[in-house]
């Protein structure tokens, strides 16, 4: 998909203008001079690396923040820039600036109509008018092509309209500049070009929209212009017309990286070992505490020296299907074997002891105590190993950490520091350093969405990372809601879909076509894709 | 490992680097909170005792001379701390592990209940030590049976042990005090018949100068035990694993910890260690079991802990602190109610949990965990009856 020309060929007026903008919390500063310009009726990305600083420049934006230097303006109507530096968010929803979080702020029993006009409720009399609020938001919904039926309960909407519904709430207060942090995260390829396709239409209206991502493809896909920052600072300002992805990447990083498109797709027509598997699931089920089946009959074998990929829409079953192989939630039904023993009934610590290696996709709920500090979360998992009598060998624990940050290159270098205080990528690197590092025996790595809020620098490594312990011999099962990812890395690929394992494909027949087909339950539908 | 330097650095806010001085940072952000809720409640306390028409420096003379004045206070303000550095390192030891145990009255009453059952059913003969040791296992096996109910069903269960801890207290004090009056009480008294064996030096016999207050050798037994409990949190894989439990259980699970394990183990153990307060009265001071001994000590151990910070020597400075308002109380009666003293400790209370980030954490995590947990008990109950 190419982005389409500008709506209107004149150049249009700035709707929004931050500069020199400095932001500090306690000893770390945020943004140090960070700039950006919007033009109106724009779409416009704003890309860096994890901890440039884009999130807290748009709570400036937004209000939720005050700066410590620099000015905020923002167009009004009549297309005049108004200072508005330090205001708060209720002035800037008054003036028509919105955002949509990447956590949902949504009250999940509650209607979608009820939630788009919570806080401005139409009202009759004392009550709030139901049947005023959801003609309004169909209203809405019909013009801004957000479809979502308005008398439907959010809790049972799926993320993608979920996020319509903050999309629209954001429209329903009347925002005419609409910041979106990274809002594909969680949506299916169809859902994302679906969205890209409201975004234009709003754009077509005379919308102003700011998008935060680290997806390069997307910048290309649906940006007029684009802003990078790096360390706090904007270090470019590009048109999307006349820029290239690496162009993008050298800018957020800094030097070349190595995207994982580039990776020559088919260069591995690898011969993989005629070995025993060292992962094997038979007929894998898991009901949820509801009694929902959420892993529905998946059979899978990974052999040693191979990368599995599974790809699919969050919540598929994905997360519960490595879970239950990591021993954190019941099997109902099936086998797992690992490294050729049962490992159904073996606890969390005695498959790692078997040699079962676990990234987990939530790095701030399950892969850190966040707390702790990067040595002892280090030894998170192999804390038995760490033992002399009854007390932690102290000094042989620090003296791993150092290892470990030699080898990973985590960034500041101390093993006392929390793990809290590390940016996204150093914190996922303390997990792999972990899970892959030297001194852990592992023979079957569970790597879930490993590079998942990662910067560019660090996915690359992380990657790299993954493709020596293939071919040191490992078992690798990759679970990724990245196609590019899982395309780049997998030999073979799986597609979950509603609990069920829908296709596994060789890498040589699998496409982000293919894949997105599947992904998306149609199963029966292209059989083969030649 | 959590290295003191490790410690310091982790009562660090996110995104602060420990480089040169942050550790003098951290260190003032550890005094500072107490220092500002004193000062926030000396001044309070000031316009209280003006409004009775006292002066206050005369007030807090009086208040000093009748705690650290004379060696009669000291000692009663060592025999308060000590039973209440037994309670705060309870509260603590269950905050370090994510749990509110707020049956520290229970706890405390049935250790010292079942000291004194031990002192009284073995011979006077006995040597003294050997007694006196059998007595604070007792003691301790007393709170801890109390903490380990609660604590198994909420591994078993997901009970929230908010409720069952407290809803615990009325059940183990009626059921003493049945017993009590029922059964062994000395007549026209609410207490036991003394101990034949098992007491405690008091600090009086060895130092004549303390003559007359309670204080006795158990108060080594509170810094032996606020330095065990510190060894166990920070230096143990125990602890380490307690610890993780605390702050994220689900990463503690991930980490192959047994969560509903840890949580009765350290509920359990919370429990004795209130329940070991119970020998600073029963073998230190009175020699017998009395019906309401432990009131009040059980729930200001949740202060000293929330004061203290939940680290073991900020409890023993804590508890210092609270006793000496506790035993000023009393000195000032002749000047103003010794009610103001309560309102002072309720100020420090207040400040200290506005002042310190992670006193106001813990606590808002645990009220909403309660909060969750009664949710899903309802949301439960409305599902199966559907």
């Not at chain 1, 949509?100 to 009399?125: C, D, I, S, W, Y």
């Not at chain 1, 319509?164 to 809002?183: C, F, H, N, S, T």
């Not at chain 1, 192989?325 to 099936?334: E, H, K, P, R, V």
Request: with cysteine; charged share 20%; aromatic share 4%.
């Amino acid at each position: 998909m190419k982005a389409p020309p500008l709506p209107n060929a004149a150049p249009g007026s700035v709707a929004i203008r931050l500069q020199g903008i400095v932001k500090t919390f306690g000893e770390t500063v945020a943004n140090r001079g960070a700039a950006l310009e919007v033009k109106r009726g724009e779409i416009h990305a704003l890309v860096g690396e994890n901890g440039a600083g884009k999130s807290t420049l748009m709570r400036i934006l937004s209000g939720m923040y005050a700066p410590d230097a620099g000015t905020v303006e923002v167009a009004s109507g009549d297309g005049r820039l108004h200072d508005v530096t330090g205001w708060n968010t209720a002035a800037a929803i008054d003036a028509g600036v919105g955002m949509v979080h990447q956590h949902f702020m949504l009250v999940p029993p509650l209607t979608v109509a009820e939630n788009v006009v919570l806080g401005r409720e139409p009202k009759r009399g004392l009550q709030v008018d139901r049947r005023a609020a959801e003609k309004s938001v169909a209203d809405l919904s019909a013009r801004s092509g957000l479809v979502v039926s308005p008398s439907a309960k959010v809790a049972d909407l799926s993320v993608g309209e979920a996020q319509r519904v903050e999309i629209l709430k954001a429209l329903y207060r009347g925002a005419k500049i609409l910041i979106l942090d990274e809002p594909t995260a969680v949506l299916s390829p169809p859902e994302v070009r679906q969205l890209w396709d409201v975004l234009r239409t709003l754009r077509a209206d005379g919308g102003t929209i700011v998008l935060i991502t680290h997806k390069l493809d997307e910048v290309m896909d649906v940006s007029d212009a684009i802003t990078v920052m790096r360390g706090g600072e904007t270090v470019a300002r590009l048109e999307t017309r006349s820029t290239t992805p690496r162009e993008i990447a050298r800018a957020m990083v800094g030097r070349d990286v190595a995207l994982a498109l580039d990776v020559e797709r088919s260069d591995r027509a690898r011969s993989l070992p005629d070995r025993a598997p060292l992962l094997e699931l038979r007929n894998v089920c898991v009901d949820s505490p509801r009694r929902a089946r959420v892993v529905d009959d998946v059979s899978l074998s990974v052999a040693p020296g191979e990368i599995v990929g599974i790809a699919g829409v969050e919540g598929n079953g994905q997360t519960e299907l490595v879970e239950v192989i990591a021993g954190l939630t019941t099997l109902s039904g099936g086998e797992i074997r690992i490294a050729g023993h049962d490992a159904a009934r073996l606890t969390v610590r005695e498959r790692g002891d078997a040699g079962l290696s676990h990234v987990p996709e939530d790095r701030h709920r399950r892969g850190l105590v966040l707390d702790y500090s990067v040595a002892d979360n280090l030894i998170l998992g192999q804390q038995h190993h760490f033992t002399r009598g009854a007390t932690l060998e102290a000094a042989r624990i620090v003296d791993h950490a150092r290892q470990r940050i030699a080898e990973f290159d985590i960034r500041p270098a101390n093993p006392l520091l929390a793990a809290r205080a590390l940016s996204g990528g150093n914190q996922q690197k303390v997990v792999i350093a972990r899970e892959m590092g030297g001194g852990r025996d592992f023979n079957v790595l569970l790597a879930a969405q490993p590079t998942r809020g990662v910067d560019v620098g660090a996915i690359e490594f992380i990657h790299d990372r993954l493709r020596r312990a293939r071919d040191e011999g490992k078992a690798v099962l990759l679970v990724s809601a990245d196609l590019a990812e899982v395309l780049a890395l997998s030999d073979r690929i799986a597609v979950m879909y509603g609990g069920k394992l829908v296709v596994v494909l060789p890498r040589c027949e699998a496409s982000i076509e293919t894949l997105g087909r599947y992904m998306t339950g149609a199963t029966g539908a292209p059989a083969r894709v030649a | 490992m959590t290295t003191p330097v490790a410690e310091v650095v982790n009562a660090a806010p996110p995104g602060v680097q420990p480089e040169a001085g942050a550790r003098g940072a951290s260190l003032m952000e550890a005094l500072l909170p107490p220092v500002v809720a004193l000062l926030v409640a000396i001044v309070v306390g000031d316009v209280l005792i003006l409004t009775f028409g006292q002066s206050p420096a005369a007030v807090y003379r009086l208040l000093l001379d009748g705690t650290w004045g004379n060696a009669y206070g000291i000692g009663q303000v060592l025999y308060k701390a000590t039973t209440l550095t037994f309670t705060g390192l309870a509260v603590a030891l269950g905050i370090r592990a994510g749990l509110f145990n707020i049956g520290g009255e229970g706890q405390l009453a049935a250790g010292g209940f079942l000291a004194a059952m031990i002192g009284l059913a073995m011979p006077a003969a006995t040597p003294a030590i050997v007694a006196a040791l059998l007595c604070t296992i007792g003691a301790a096996a007393g709170g801890g049976v109390v903490g380990a109910v609660p604590g198994y069903l909420r591994a078993r269960f997901g009970a929230h042990e908010v409720i069952t801890t407290i809803m615990l207290n009325f059940v183990v004090l009626a059921l003493l005090g049945w017993i009590v009056s029922a059964k062994i009480h000395v007549p026209e008294s609410l207490h036991t018949p003394e101990i034949h064996s098992g007491g405690v030096t008091r600090l009086a016999d060895i130092m004549p100068i303390f003559h007359g207050s309670a204080a006795n050798l158990t108060l080594l037994v509170a810094l032996a035990t606020a330095g065990a409990v510190s060894w166990y949190l920070f230096r143990t894989r125990r602890g380490f694993e307690l610890r993780a439990v605390g702050l994220q259980p689900d990463a503690a699970e991930y980490g192959g910890i047994d969560v509903g394990g840890v949580r009765w183990r350290a509920l359990a153990l919370s429990g004795a260690l209130a329940g070991t307060g119970g020998i600073n009265f029963v073998l230190g001071y009175k020699h017998y079991y009395e019906e309401g001994f432990a009131t009040g000590a059980g729930f200001l151990g949740i202060a000293v802990a929330l004061v203290g910070r939940n680290s073991p020597f900020g409890i023993v400075i804590a508890a210092l602190l609270f006793a000496t308002l506790s035993q000023g109380g009393l000195a000032v009666n002749a000047l103003v109610p010794k009610q103001m003293v309560d309102v002072l400790q309720a100020v420090v209370i207040l400040a200290v949990a506005t002042a310190v980030p992670a006193v106001r954490q813990s606590i808002r995590s645990s009220a909403k965990s309660v909060a969750r947990s009664l949710m899903q008990k309802t949301g439960a109950a409305g599902g199966g009856s559907r």
